[in-house]
Every structure is written in C-alpha cells, then in structure tokens.
C-alpha cells in the first residue's frame, strides 16, 4: 500500500522533474498522479481515467496518457504490455524488479521474482556480450480458474507489501533454525559457561524473532487479505539446510565428545555462512522493504558472529593458561 508519505515523495520527484523540462505540476497532473499511486496493479490508461473523473471531471483522457508518459520518463512509472490491446502502467519506486504470468482469459496477472533466474538470464546476456539495459519477462497462459469455467478472482495486489511477507517469512524461518540450533547444542554441552553462552544467544534469537513476527502482523493489519497473494518471491528453502544444521548434524557433530570449543566452530561456521549468504542475497534486490528485511537479518547474524568470536578466544585464552 502506498502511504501518504511516498505519495509526497514521489510527487515532489515529480515536480522536479518536470521544472527540468520547463513544465508545471498543475491541480490536473497532481489529480493523476496521485490516483495512480494510490492504485496498486497494472493500471490501463482507461482505467485510470476513469477513477481520474470521480475527481475531476475535466481531465481529459490525453491528460492522462501523457502524464503517465512523463511519470515513465521521470522513472516512478513503468509501461508493461500485457498483450491486451491496451497500454498499461504500474509503479516503478521503491518496488521490486519483478515477472508477470498473465491469463490470456481473464487478465489476471501473477507477479513472481527468481533471483536464479534472473542470475541465468544475466549469464546467457554476457555470452553475447550485451550491456542490459532493462528486460521484460512475460509469460502468457490460461488461470487455473478460467481452466475450469469458475470466476476467477480479479484481486490486485501491492508488489512491495508482498515481497516483504515473503521476506519475512524466509527471515522468520532462518531465525527459527538459529534458536534450533543453539537450543541442541546447549543440550549437547556439559560445562556451564559454555551452555550459558549458547542459551543467551538462542534468547537473543528468540528476540530478533518476536520483532519479526511483529512486523508480519503489522503486514497483516495493513492488508489481511495480503496472505492470499501469490508467491512472489521464489526461494530455495533447501538454502536454510545448508547453513543450519538440523538437530541431528549437530547431535552427530558433537557426539561424544562434548566439547565446547567445537560447538562454538560449529555457530561460528554457521553465523558466517549465513550472513554472507543473506548479505548477498540482498543485494541481488532494488532499494525495497524485502532488501532491508535481508539486510536486517544478515546484520543480526553478523552481531551473533563477533559475539561466539569472542567467546571463542576467551575459552582459546583459557586452554593457553
Ligand atoms: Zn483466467
Ligand atoms: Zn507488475
Ligand atoms: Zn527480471
């Protein structure tokens, strides 16, 4: 949902640009646009129009299409050709880089983001030795719905808000491994010291995973309805399998031998290999609220990181002695 604040945002960008260009933010174009930042989807020129003349009456429909010509060239708009014979717009600031599914039928229109993809989309331009400067990806089927004569649901969704649930949802599920993981290895050490430093960082975990819990249900609140989006986000959860151990690795890693110096290699693997992962895996996105969930996450990870570090040396200091 676009709030009030980026709104203003982007119509202050907006002025500017068009004081560049030697033209005027009038009452009509600050109508247009702010009833096109207002309305998430892939809106037709048509469309908007109409929700323009609730307002105001007077706006012509050339208007419109030339204001949302200027809101492409100054880079909040982006026009997506969905092959229905009309020329469509959707929002380009602050969301995320994404594909569209579309039903020849009904129009519905999936919006997905792979960022395998993309990394192979990348590998196959470089072998032409081409410099991207923007790519489209559309594929065009028939719903499951108009597949079986039902009608299918017409619901548009904000793409930002539904690459943060994704977001969350991955960071929310990467957290929980991290309390899995120090609550089996504390278990799995026999000196004190050591089981506390695991059973505090766990809480720690725990925190970080009560913050983001609440912002799910911020998400919720803002737009229940936001569950039923499709998946927008694909990502590989087998990723999470490999930089945390599952209770049984760790059990079978620090069998018998009950050492905490071991334990403490094994977080320290894992922490790092999870904040570079997850850095990484942020960068692969625009500026959106999915690429700071990751970028939150990745920085908590590191924090975990120095702290068993430093526990680490401590007890190293403590074999020296
Ligand atoms: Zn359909
Ligand atoms: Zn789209
Ligand atoms: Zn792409």
Redesign the pocket.
């Known amino acids: 949902m676009t709030t009030d604040e980026e709104v203003a945002e982007q119509l202050v960008l907006f002025s500017d640009y068009l004081k560049k260009n030697s033209l005027k933010m009038t009452r009509q174009r600050e109508v247009i646009v702010e009833s096109f930042l207002r309305t998430n989807g892939h809106l037709s020129v048509e469309e908007l129009h109409r929700l323009v003349k609730e307002k105001d009456a007077s706006v012509g429909f050339t208007t419109v299409f030339r204001t949302l010509k200027a809101l492409t060239d100054c880079g909040l708009a982006r026009e997506t050709d969905l092959q229905d014979g009309r020329t469509r717009f959707e929002h380009v600031y602050h969301r995320p880089?994404?594909?569209h599914i579309v039903c020849v039928d009904c129009n519905r229109t999936i919006e997905f983001?792979s960022p395998e993809?993309?990394r192979l989309?990348e590998m196959i331009v470089a072998k032409y030795q081409f410099r991207t400067v923007r790519?489209q990806?559309q594929i065009f089927g028939v719903c499951p719905d108009c597949q079986n004569q039902r009608p299918s649901p017409q619901e548009v969704f904000d793409s930002d808000d539904v690459f943060a649930r994704d977001a969350l949802k991955i960071a929310m599920e990467a957290e929980r491994s991290g309390v899995n993981f120090y609550l089996a290895a504390a278990e799995q050490i026999s000196r004190p010291s050591g089981r506390a430093t695991f059973l505090r960082i766990a809480e720690e975990e725990k925190k970080h995973l009560h913050d983001l819990e609440y912002e799910w249900l911020e998400l919720l609140k803002k737009d229940k309805n936001i569950l039923k989006a499709p998946v927008f986000l694909h990502f590989d959860y087998d990723a999470l399998k490999k930089i945390f151990p599952t209770r049984e690795e760790i059990k079978k890693r620090l069998e018998g031998d009950l050492d905490e110096e071991q334990a403490l290699k094994l977080a320290m693997e894992m922490e790092v290999e999870s904040y570079r992962f997850f850095r990484e895996y942020a960068g692969k996105f625009n500026d959106t609220r999915g690429k700071a969930i990751f970028l939150k996450f990745a920085a908590e990870e590191e924090d975990h990181w120095r702290t068993i570090q430093k526990e680490y040396d401590r007890v190293m200091q403590r074999r020296v002695h």
Do not use: A, K, P, S
């Open positions: 880089h994404h594909h983001l993809l993309e989309q790519h990806m």
